[in-house]
């Protein structure tokens, strides 16, 4: 969108992508919202520490009371001998269920879509354990009944089940456990609440990793038998982990058993921010590899670095397009590993300053040593050998990772001081956001005084895109730079292509680091569809800096990250459906070793294991040839 006038013009392919994308997401969000908590099927819930309350507080759609007769009351307990008189059914499930739903005016849930099951598993003596159930619920029919109203909790019956022909002896409210094996009359139908079964019936999986396709095409079949009958469907004997859970949804099973309905509420309940379907995959760019590995000379070096990107990223990215990425492409690979000096977990100012200048330092720290020495980066080095700089950000260009290019400050977060230190730099041109650290600087001449060193300012792309050559300093309105979901558009790739295009003029030699800065912020929101669809931006980057190299031949392009961020570990992926889900075990960043794939000549020298301020030696000694 851009305003001309009193007129606001749309771009219409933009504002389509995002709406389109608004559409997945909310149709992702309206499938999470049936499935949380109304699948959720509180197994032997009389062992929680709160009976009833922690399932439902937890959404669970069904709670499972096994129950004894004894003394004329029934008795909630595994086993007989376990049975405690001062636990009943009515106490720890009848009056606290009838309590909720009179409060809630008719509904289970507050929320009136959300409907509730009581699953009463008989264990012996049926006859005599209905008969009493009648008579508990007769106080409590106006809950239970749906004759008196049809949003009533459903009473199912399961364990010692009579006869299906003698279903009919018992009060309609009063439902039954099916099973797959079993025939019934439409009568007997009729009364079947849902059908059950044991899952080592029908294989030997463990829950973890997935079935074997024949025990899957069994286990598939067994509830599409179910679904047939328009009944709905459960599993017993199910391990109780999230990969089990997904496996079972996968199946096509309705209830999904737990014994710890607060996991299984989380695992649901962020089912937005944890699973993302690309609609429509890219094309990855075919490399033609001619001066790949090459021990020719480098004339240019694209180093681009995905902010948070580790290999779980990575592998995200590749599923949710269908099984395709750039970076799979690249044939050169190595690790780097990214501790900083005063922790193991860094954070981007220590990583970015090790791959700038060569040297660890302190988390925080911008472009100096431990002792707060400022540190000569590839700018300042590659000067010396008339090689022009380019950074580039699709985020803050006074945040850490570009900041350590071009700046020397002991604290990340001091932007108008990192600003200022541009004027001490080599770098020649600066593309990102965070416009009013640099025009309202507290040095309240800086913006004099860049001009006066030769730096042309744009304000948009758009002005960057007419610039004929010279120093270019690019502050973007921070709306620029927003999230992919939100629709930022080609911000990297226009601003990678005129970078490159300024800076070979004449032909001249270039560094450039363009940074894809928001897998990163993804990360650190622990929310998936952020994270891919910032990797799938910043691997569109990567196409085109392969493309230029292919098209130069002298070029040599690294990608790697300054660390990894979320923890993120993928618990479901499917290439064919551009489907992946994940999990993240922090909100901050880990300590794990980021991937660093290195394509043109001289990239052979990038495998291996190192440290990250190897990195920097690596492009020195490849532009300059000196160790």
Same mark, same amino acid.
């Given at each position: 969108?851009?305003?001309?006038?009193?007129?606001?013009?749309?771009?219409?392919?933009?504002?389509?992508?995002?709406?389109?994308?608004?559409?997945?997401?909310?149709?992702?969000?309206?499938?999470?919202?049936?499935?949380?908590?109304?699948?959720?099927?509180?197994?032997?819930?009389?062992?929680?520490?709160?009976?009833?309350?922690?399932?439902?507080? #937890?959404?669970?759609?069904?709670?499972?009371?096994?129950?004894?007769?004894?003394?004329?009351?029934?008795?909630?307990?595994?086993?007989?001998?376990?049975?405690?008189?001062?636990?009943?059914?009515?106490?720890?499930?009848?009056?606290?269920?009838?309590?909720?739903?009179?409060?809630?005016?008719?509904?289970?849930?507050?929320?009136?879509?959300?409907?509730?099951?009581?699953?009463?598993?008989?264990?012996?003596?049926?006859?005599?354990?209905?008969?009493?159930?009648?008579?508990?619920?007769?106080?409590?029919?106006?809950?239970?009944?749906?004759?008196?109203?049809?949003?009533?909790?459903?009473?199912?019956?399961?364990?010692?089940?009579?006869?299906?022909?003698?279903?009919?002896?018992?009060?309609?409210?009063?439902?039954?456990?099916?099973?797959?094996?079993?025939?019934?009359?439409?009568?007997?139908?009729?009364?079947?609440?849902?059908?059950?079964?044991?899952?080592? #019936?029908?294989?030997?999986?463990?829950?973890?990793?997935?079935?074997?396709?024949?025990?899957?095409?069994?286990?598939?079949?067994?509830?599409?038998?179910?679904?047939?009958?328009?009944?709905?469907?459960?599993?017993?004997?199910?391990?109780?982990?999230?990969?089990?859970?997904?496996?079972?949804?996968?199946?096509?099973?309705?209830?999904?058993?737990?014994?710890?309905?607060?996991?299984?509420?989380?695992?649901?309940?962020?089912?937005?921010?944890?699973?993302?379907?690309?609609?429509?995959?890219?094309?990855?760019?075919?490399?033609?590899?001619?001066?790949?590995?090459?021990?020719?000379?480098?004339?240019?070096?694209?180093?681009?670095?995905?902010?948070?990107?580790?290999?779980?990223?990575?592998?995200?990215?590749?599923?949710?397009?269908?099984?395709?990425?750039?970076?799979?492409?690249?044939?050169?690979?190595?690790?780097?590993?990214?501790?900083?000096?005063?922790?193991?977990?860094?954070?981007?100012?220590?990583?970015?300053?090790?791959?700038?200048?060569?040297?660890?330092?302190?988390?925080?720290?911008?472009?100096?040593?431990?002792?707060?020495?400022?540190?000569?980066?590839?700018?300042?080095?590659?000067?010396?050998?008339?090689?022009?700089?380019?950074?580039?950000?699709?985020?803050?260009?006074?945040?850490?990772?570009?900041?350590?290019?071009?700046?020397?400050?002991?604290?990340?977060?001091?932007?108008?001081?990192?600003?200022?230190?541009?004027?001490?730099?080599?770098?020649?041109?600066?593309?990102?956001?965070?416009?009013?650290?640099?025009?309202?600087?507290?040095?309240?001449?800086?913006?004099?005084?860049?001009?006066?060193?030769?730096? /042309?300012?744009?304000?948009?792309?758009?002005?960057?895109?007419?610039?004929?050559?010279?120093?270019?300093?690019?502050?973007?309105?921070?709306?620029?730079?927003?999230?992919?979901?939100?629709?930022?558009?080609?911000?990297?790739?226009?601003?990678?292509?005129?970078?490159?295009?300024?800076?070979?003029?004449?032909?001249?030699?270039?560094?450039?680091?363009?940074?894809?800065?928001?897998?990163?912020?993804?990360?650190?929101?622990?929310?998936?569809?952020?994270?891919?669809?910032?990797?799938?931006?910043?691997?569109?980057?990567? /196409?085109?800096?392969?493309?230029?190299?292919?098209?130069?031949?002298?070029?040599?392009?690294?990608?790697?990250?300054?660390?990894?961020?979320?923890?993120?570990?993928?618990?479901?992926?499917?290439?064919?459906?551009?489907?992946?889900?994940?999990?993240?075990?922090?909100?901050?960043?880990?300590?794990?070793?980021?991937?660093?794939?290195?394509?043109?000549?001289?990239?052979?020298?990038?495998?291996?294991?190192?440290?990250?301020?190897?990195?920097?030696?690596?492009?020195?000694?490849?532009?300059?040839?000196?160790?």
């Amino acid at each position: 969108m851009e305003i001309k006038g009193n007129r606001i013009a749309f771009n219409s392919s933009v504002l389509w992508t995002a709406l389109f994308v608004c559409f997945l997401q909310l149709s992702a969000l309206a499938q999470q919202l049936k499935r949380t908590g109304n699948s959720g099927h509180s197994h032997n819930d009389y062992h929680q520490n709160f009976p009833f309350f922690q399932a439902y507080y #937890s959404g669970m759609g069904s709670v499972e009371a096994d129950v004894f007769l004894k003394n004329g009351k029934l008795l909630v307990a595994h086993n007989e001998e376990d049975t405690d008189p001062e636990k009943t059914l009515e106490s720890l499930y009848l009056k606290p269920i009838a309590k909720v739903f009179r409060e809630h005016k008719g509904h289970a849930y507050a929320d009136t879509t959300k409907a509730l099951q009581l699953l009463i598993d008989i264990k012996a003596n049926h006859k005599e354990v209905l008969a009493q159930l009648v008579t508990e619920l007769k106080p409590y029919l106006d809950v239970f009944s749906k004759q008196q109203n049809k949003n009533a909790v459903s009473i199912l019956i399961s364990g010692d089940v009579p006869p299906a022909e003698n279903f009919k002896d018992y009060p309609d409210y009063i439902l039954f456990d099916g099973r797959p094996y079993k025939t019934y009359t439409p009568d007997q139908l009729s009364r079947i609440g849902m059908i059950s079964d044991d899952i080592s #019936s029908y294989t030997v999986w463990n829950g973890k990793g997935t079935p074997t396709p024949p025990d899957l095409k069994k286990l598939r079949a067994v509830v599409a038998k179910a679904h047939a009958l328009k009944k709905s469907f459960r599993f017993w004997g199910t391990k109780d982990n999230p990969n089990t859970w997904k496996e079972l949804e996968n199946m096509g099973a309705d209830w999904i058993g737990t014994d710890h309905p607060e996991k299984l509420k989380e695992f649901y309940s962020h089912r937005d921010k944890l699973e993302y379907i690309q609609p429509k995959a890219y094309q990855p760019y075919q490399p033609s590899y001619k001066s790949d590995g090459k021990p020719a000379k480098v004339k240019n070096v694209i180093l681009l670095i995905g902010d948070g990107m580790g290999l779980a990223q990575i592998q995200a990215g590749l599923s949710a397009n269908f099984g395709q990425s750039n970076l799979q492409q690249i044939r050169y690979i190595g690790l780097s590993r990214t501790e900083a000096v005063n922790s193991d977990f860094t954070d981007s100012a220590a990583g970015a300053t090790a791959m700038a200048s060569g040297e660890k330092t302190n988390n925080r720290y911008i472009g100096t040593d431990t002792a707060g020495k400022p540190l000569s980066a590839i700018p300042d080095a590659l000067a010396l050998h008339q090689v022009k700089t380019g950074i580039i950000s699709s985020g803050d260009i006074t945040d850490a990772t570009p900041a350590a290019f071009y700046a020397h400050q002991v604290e990340r977060t001091m932007s108008q001081e990192i600003a200022a230190d541009l004027l001490n730099s080599h770098v020649d041109i600066l593309v990102g956001a965070n416009r009013k650290s640099f025009v309202a600087n507290k040095n309240t001449s800086l913006m004099d005084a860049l001009a006066k060193k030769g730096y /042309a300012y744009s304000k948009s792309l758009e002005e960057f895109k007419a610039a004929k050559g010279g120093k270019q300093l690019v502050l973007l309105d921070d709306s620029v730079t927003r999230h992919m979901l939100d629709g930022r558009g080609d911000m990297l790739k226009t601003s990678l292509l005129k970078t490159i295009e300024l800076l070979s003029a004449n032909k001249g030699r270039f560094f450039i680091m363009a940074e894809g800065a928001q897998i990163d912020h993804g990360g650190h929101a622990n929310d998936l569809p952020y994270v891919v669809t910032e990797q799938h931006d910043f691997d569109r980057l990567v /196409a085109e800096a392969l493309r230029f190299a292919d098209r130069d031949g002298e070029t040599l392009v690294i990608v790697t990250a300054d660390h990894e961020t979320g923890g993120l570990s993928l618990l479901d992926a499917d290439y064919k459906k551009g489907m992946v889900r994940g999990n993240f075990s922090t909100d901050d960043h880990t300590n794990i070793m980021v991937p660093v794939f290195a394509y043109g000549p001289q990239s052979g020298t990038f495998i291996g294991t190192y440290n990250n301020t190897e990195i920097y030696r690596k492009i020195i000694n490849a532009m300059t040839g000196q160790k």
